[in-house]
Structure formats: C-alpha cells, structure tokens
C-alpha cells in the first residue's frame, strides 16, 4: 500500500468494484481449499499406508478448513444472488468470539506457521449482522496485516474485541511497517501499490471491510502504534460520526493473553 487512488465508491465504477471484491473474497476462501487439498494429497501419495494418530489430526484439520471455507463461499454466493434478486440482507446476533476463532483457525490454515497469531476479548458479546460478512471482513484485515509484514523477521498478530463507550469493536493489530498516512479515519479506497506490476490495484480487502462496515453501521478505521511498529485496524460498531480520533488510545497487548501458533 502507498498512496490512495481514486474514490472507488462512484455509481460509474460501483458493479465493476462489487465484482472485484467478490472475486478477491472468494479467491482467499478457495487458496484453502486449495491449499489443504494439495497437502493432503501430497501426504497421502508419499505415505499412502500412514494411518497414525497424527496424520489423523491432520487430516481431520484439512478437511475442517476445506469445510468451512467452501460454506463461506456458498454463502457469499447466496448473498450476491440476494443481492442480485433485491433481496433485504438477513441480520442476526453475531457472537463475537466465535467469529474471531472461526476466522483465526481459517487464517492459519492458509498461513500455516507463517505468522503467529493471538487473541483475546469477552465470551459473551454480540453485535447485530450479517454474520459471514463479519467473518469475511476479519479474515481479510488479517491477510491485509499479514502482507504488510512480508519480509519482517517475526510476523506477530493481535485480534482483540470488546466494546468501548462507542459501541463494540474488533481490532486486528500487526508488527509491520504502519499505515502509510499515519491516521486513516476512514479506509474506503483501494490503494495503488508497484508491487506486483506498476499501477497495480491492492488493497481490495480494505476497501470491502469498510463496505461491510458502513452496511453495518459502523466504520473501518485504522491507524498506526505510537510505541513500537506495527499498525491497528478496527471494525467499529455503532460509532459516532464526530469521533476525536486523536483521542483513540494506543493499544498495549496485555501480558497475559491466549495465543495460537
């Protein structure tokens, strides 16, 4: 990410932007599938009579993340032909923490030990949604985070969620570089980056998020840590539109916090 790029969100380029978004969203949801099925193949062909406990758990793993991730990909189809058939959106209470661990256990099924992972936050706290919208905006702020820290020694993240004096949140924070601007209150743009090839559009995972989140009545905001590198981004729910975001506090990761490698 470098420099935002033009505002996206015009009705000219609006059907060509929700084809895009689809497209990257599903894309993530079948490199899993992929992913496992690949894995398992290459296991079964070099051990084809390997039926220990271990290759078990494995294999089970697998085909819990071949799961999951081809049921979100069912759904997100379901939703685009609601949504092509003027169909209302269906909210429901959404249980915060099932969704992160849903959505962590997807991320490191892609990622492996890639990166490490913890998180932390309430048992009971719910928020009204869509709930595979949610999921989908986790997994690719996670992805966003885990990209932004391609090169570093350690890949380090943090999901935490709670809910503050402004509503309920959910925070992804990482140990890359930072946010290019510093304070994003907004992240609604796609970003033009050289990676990749010049004049390349990235940041599609950002841009859908912050849909989501204005669907949802909240916003995506983003921004960098005053006492170490690494940059925050928060799914807000319900958040007052005249927020102070200088007055937001840094987050400091407690000492004690549950952890998944």
Do not use: Y
């Not at 969100?9 to 929700?18: C, G, K, V």
């Not at 949504?83 to 490191?108: C, H, I, S, T, Y």
């Not at 099924?109 to 998180?119: S, W």
């Not at 928060?234 to 987050?251: R, S, V």
């Amino acid at each position: 990410m470098t420099k935002p790029e033009s505002d996206f969100s015009s009705s000219e380029s609006a059907e060509p932007l929700e084809a895009a978004l689809a497209a990257h969203d599903i894309k993530n949801l079948l490199g899993v599938v992929i992913g496992n099925a690949d894995l398992q193949l290459q296991v079964a062909r070099k051990n084809p009579d390997d039926v220990t406990p271990s290759r078990t758990k494995d294999l089970s793993s697998s085909l819990d993340a071949i799961r999951l991730s081809a049921a979100h990909a069912m759904n997100l189809c379901e939703e685009m032909l609601a949504l092509a058939d003027g169909r209302p959106p269906q909210n429901m209470p959404v249980d915060l923490a099932k969704l992160a661990v849903e959505a962590v256990d997807l991320f490191q099924a892609r990622a492996g030990g890639a990166a490490k992972v913890r998180f932390e936050g309430p048992d009971a706290l719910s928020v009204h949604g869509q709930r595979v919208d949610l999921q989908r905006t986790l997994l690719n702020l996670m992805w966003n985070a885990f990209e932004a820290m391609d090169g570093a020694q350690e890949r380090n993240l943090l999901v935490r969620w709670g809910e503050s004096s402004d509503g309920a949140f959910v925070e992804i924070v990482d140990s890359g570089p930072g946010l290019p601007q510093g304070h994003l209150a907004d992240l609604t743009r796609p970003f033009l980056s050289s990676k990749g090839g010049e004049g390349k559009v990235r940041g599609l995972g950002l841009h859908s998020a912050a849909r989501v989140m204005r669907r949802h009545g909240g916003r995506l905001l983003g921004r960098n840590r005053s006492s170490e590198s690494g940059a925050i981004l928060t799914m807000q729910f319900g958040l007052a539109p005249e927020l102070n975001f200088d007055a937001l506090p840094e987050i400091v990761p407690p000492a004690e916090q549950k952890s998944r490698s």
